[in-house]
């Protein structure tokens, strides 16, 4: 089905239209519509156009009030102020149009008009060590912006950029080498179990040990340190029976983190993750482009890239280190790498990374290089998706009592945890596997909106127990407002959701009809913007705004059986636009509360 056009954009080209009729001269103008307390919408545009062409704005706005119909989409036309118009829209057009959006499986959500590919770059934990707080928001909002472009018609190409490489594992794998069980699995009776399957927590528990252990033979054991170090040459040199090893690690590092991610309710396929060492055959040949081409210059022994804007603290130069004087690859070598196979080979027109925004210089010159280098042109673009820091009540960075990092597990334990109890307490008929089924996705929902409803610029307060509340801006306030509707649609029986136009709307049902209408110009904007605390803020109007009319309008004690089907059919939509938004999110919206 085409996309539905918004009453928004039907106004503006009334406006539009009669705008171009009464200053033909002027050619195609803006008519700035926007929502107004005073009416439906006010367009704004008629000053500027009065003030270009030399006319008393209050006279062109009388002039294209004249011009513009009204009957079918617009009930009344005001001239207000220096040359606003204020513009009311009749019921019947409000319902006319949410009844074309409610027969469109997209809910009239437009398909982009050219559509490219985009990769995106996010949820990127390091083999062998714990998920902590910090990994959260990269997680949650990639996911939302993987769901959000690829409904506007967006090809997403999704990449987990492990940190799965470097001098540590050569210390791990040394120490593996030396101690051959560490990584096996063992059952009670201590017999070898590692071909069953293990739990996240089991894998984590294992790399733990063995990472400790390792660490504290390299800090105490020269002779061990030499052998590490030896080690690491070996890995990177591609010896096969090194790199197994290092294969052990990723396998088993993946088994936690595939668990943190399925207690995240986000999907991550093995293709997927390419780590960092998913690029080290290219590494070599990127330099010597970059040393080639002259975007590379050797300073100290080491390859640079200078910028005239990055300096340091004593005012000279700071480069970004492709090739460090002792031949080994930075962090740079391998990001440069990654967009030449990421344009290269997955042709990508969009390159977006969700990371952390004090990473922002690095990218910036790792941008700007790829640029020089003729890697990123016209046609691709490369966008830092920069994200602030999580902080805990006290406005500082989270951190447990004990002012260490807190586990992400932990975190999302406690949470459904919270929600579990909020389930019970309001919980109708409800079994304890359906309380706990519930819990999951009301705490995980809480944690993810949280993240979501903010800016990504700005940094957030963690805070559970405001999380987990049935009242202000949370998850649990917009599932609750589904779970509300799906009460009412259970108890309608045989009477159906049924649009009538033809019905006097009251004062709440307009203006919850009219932001139901918005909701496929939102979805667009936040797919362009990359912004989806933009659709949270959207969707906690939208259960607002239903709030209002549930307690205005009664719906299944409504005066006619038209008004009861109208309402339903207001009632059906709200669930819809609620329920698709929220799955843009990745926040679940169970039918019972």
């Known amino acids: ?17 009669a705008l171009a009729a009464a200053l033909p001269e002027a050619g195609a103008a803006d008519p700035l519509l926007r929502r107004s307390d005073r009416a439906d919408f006010q367009a704004n545009g008629i000053l500027a ?18 011009a513009l119909p009204t009957g079918d989409l617009i009930q009344e036309i005001e001239v207000s102020g220096p040359g606003f118009l204020n513009i009311t829209l009749t019921d019947r057009a409000i319902i006319e149009t949410l009844a074309a959006r409610a027969g469109d499986d997209r809910l009239g959500v437009p398909l982009t ?38 409904f506007t018609g967006e090809k997403v190409v999704r990449r987990h950029h492990i940190g799965d490489w470097g001098t540590q594992f050569g210390m791990l794998i040394q120490y593996l080498i030396e101690h051959p069980h560490e990584l096996d699995h063992r059952g009670e009776d201590g ?38 170090r030896a080690r690491v040459v070996e890995l990177q040199a591609g010896d096969a029976g090194t790199l197994a090893l290092w294969q052990r690690f990723v396998d088993e590092s ?10 995240l309710d986000m999907d991550i396929q093995d293709p997927d993750v390419v780590g960092e060492s998913g690029y080290n055959d290219m590494l070599t040949e990127t330099c010597e482009l970059l040393e080639k081409s002259g975007v590379a210059v050797r300073s100290n022994g080491a390859l640079c890239v200078f910028f005239d804007d990055v300096k340091g603290p004593d005012g000279n130069p700071t480069p970004l280190i492709v090739q460090k004087s002792d031949g080994g690859f930075g962090y740079a070598a391998t990001d440069l790498s990654a967009i030449r196979d990421r344009v290269g080979a997955l042709h ?81 008929d409800l079994t304890e596997d359906e309380i ?23 940094d957030y ?43 006097a709307l009251a004062p709440s049902e307009r203006a919850l009809g009219l932001h139901l209408d918005h909701f496929g110009e939102l979805v667009a904007e936040a797919a362009a913007e990359y912004a989806p605390h933009k659709l949270a803020a959207y969707l906690y109007q939208v259960a607002s705004l239903y709030t209002t009319f549930y307690s205005e309008c009664p719906v299944l004690k409504a005066e006619t059986p038209e008004q009861v089907e109208n309402r339903l059919f207001l009632c059906d939509l709200t669930a819809r636009t609620l329920t698709k938004g929220m799955s843009l999110l990745g926040i679940r919206t169970p039918e019972r509360l």
Do not use: C
């Not at 995980?444 to 903010?454: C, E, F, N, P």
């Not at 307060?461 to 009242?471: I, R, Y």
């Not at 589904?482 to 009538?500: C, M, N, T, W």
């Open 1 to 17: 089905m085409a996309s539905v056009p918004s009453l928004a954009s039907s106004v503006t080209q009334r406006v539009a239209d």
């Open 49 to 66: 156009l009065a003030k270009k062409a030399k006319a008393n704005p209050r006279e062109l706005a009388a002039t294209v009030v004249e």
């Open 113 to 150: 008009q050219e559509p490219g590919t985009t990769v995106i770059d996010y949820a990127q934990p390091n083999v062998a060590k714990e998920m902590h707080v910090g990994h959260l928001r990269s997680a949650v909002i990639g996911a939302a912006m993987v769901e959000i472009l690829e």
């Open 191 to 228: 017999a070898g179990a590692s071909g069953a399957e293990v739990s996240g927590e089991e894998a984590m528990s294992n790399l733990n040990r063995l990472y400790k252990a390792s660490r504290a033979l390299f800090d105490s054991d020269e002779e061990f340190k030499t052998r590490a």
């Open 254 to 263: 993946k088994i936690y983190f595939y668990s943190v991610f399925t207690k």
């Open 348 to 428: 990508a027109s969009t390159l977006l990374y969700v990371v952390d925004a004090r990473q922002a210089l690095h990218f910036k010159m790792v941008f700007e290089t790829a640029r020089r280098a003729g890697w990123l042109n016209d046609g691709v673009k490369a966008v830092q998706l920069a994200f602030g820091t999580v902080l805990g009540k006290d406005g500082k960075p989270f951190k447990t009592r004990e002012g260490e990092t807190v586990r992400l597990v932990d975190l999302l334990d406690e949470a459904v945890e919270r929600a579990a109890a909020v389930v019970r307490e309001k919980a109708q």
């Open 436 to 458: 706990s089924e519930r819990a999951a996705q009301v705490g995980i929902g809480a944690v993810k909106y949280a993240d979501l409803s903010t800016s990504a610029a700005r």
């Open 461 to 503: 307060k963690f805070d559970l127990d405001q999380m987990v509340s049935l009242t202000g801006d949370t998850s649990v306030y917009l599932q609750y407002a589904y779970a509300r509707i799906q009460s009412i649609l259970r108890k309608a029986g045989d009477r159906e959701p049924v649009a009538h136009p033809e019905l």
